[in-house]
T-cell receptor, first 114, second 114 residues
Framework: DAGITQSPRHKVTETGTPVTLRCHQT?????MYWYRQDPGHGLRLIHY???????DKGEVSDGYSVSRSKTEDFLLTLESATSSQTSVYFC?????????????FGDGTRLSIL | AQTVTQSQPEMSVQEAETVTLSCTYD???????LFWYKQPPSRQMILVIR??????QNATENRFSVNFQKAAKSFSLKISDSQLGDTAMYFC???????????FGTGTSLTVIP
């Protein structure tokens, strides 16, 4: 299994509070991703990173920011959480683009915003 | 964004029988990759099988095989000799050959009945 650790695994917080989710990898993969999973929508890309300090927006980036100061860590921040951000969040990593390399996923973080 | 459609929200199959999950996608590109991921109740995302669009031969992985129809933009997953452990949500995913964004379908929930 790919070495991907997401923390925390579960979190409950209140509307308006800041929240940071962490993704840590031990594979030295260049590419890292944050997705959210909601019923009826599958997985949707929030942000991704193609290297240290290099990030870009995905399909549903509003209300989220990311940072990657080290190859192994990719942080997702909700500056002021809203109830619509209640979801399961997945981190994924990928070694290479120019092949059929799949993305490997962490175990997810269940986030509830009350 | 690319469109990936899984038209069967839920399916069931008797243990030891065969089941086919459908997936269609929309693209004007000729080179791309397709994937099926499995998400059991543990929530982990597990790669099941991958297919390169430039390959005419359908991919197989043990009891899992695909029927890739490039002209029809169809990528179905066949599970033979279904086992109880196959009970899971199955996601179809599309990736451009020169990109790093995955586009997921909304998933098919498969239940294997003893």
């Amino acid at each position: 299994d790919a070495g991907i650790t997401q923390s925390p695994r579960h979190k409950v917080t209140e509307t308006g509070t800041p929240v940071t989710l962490r993704c840590h990898q031990t594979e030295n993969h260049r590419y890292m991703y944050w997705y959210r999973q909601d019923p009826g929508h599958g997985l949707r890309l929030i942000h991704y990173s193609y290297g240290v300090k290099d990030t870009d927006k995905g399909e549903v980036s509003d209300g989220y920011s990311v940072s990657r100061s080290k190859t192994e860590d990719f942080l997702l921040t909700l500056e002021s959480a809203t109830s619509s951000q209640t979801s399961v969040y997945f981190c994924a990593i990928q070694d290479s683009l120019y092949s059929n390399q799949p993305q490997h996923f962490g175990d997810g973080t269940r986030l509830s915003i009350l | 964004a690319q469109t990936v459609t899984q038209s069967q929200p839920e399916m069931s199959v008797q243990e030891a029988e065969t089941v086919t999950l459908s997936c269609t996608y929309d693209t004007s590109e000729s080179n791309y990759y397709l994937f099926w991921y499995k998400q059991p109740p543990s929530r982990q995302m597990i790669l099941v099988i991958r297919q390169e669009a430039y390959k005419q031969q359908n991919a197989t992985e043990n009891r899992f095989s695909v029927n890739f129809q490039k002209a029809a933009k169809s990528f179905s997953l066949k599970i033979s000799d279904s086992q109880l452990g196959d009970t899971a949500m199955y996601f179809c995913a599309f990736m451009f050959s020169t990109g790093n964004q995955f586009y997921f379908g909304t998933g098919t929930s498969l239940t294997v009945i003893p």
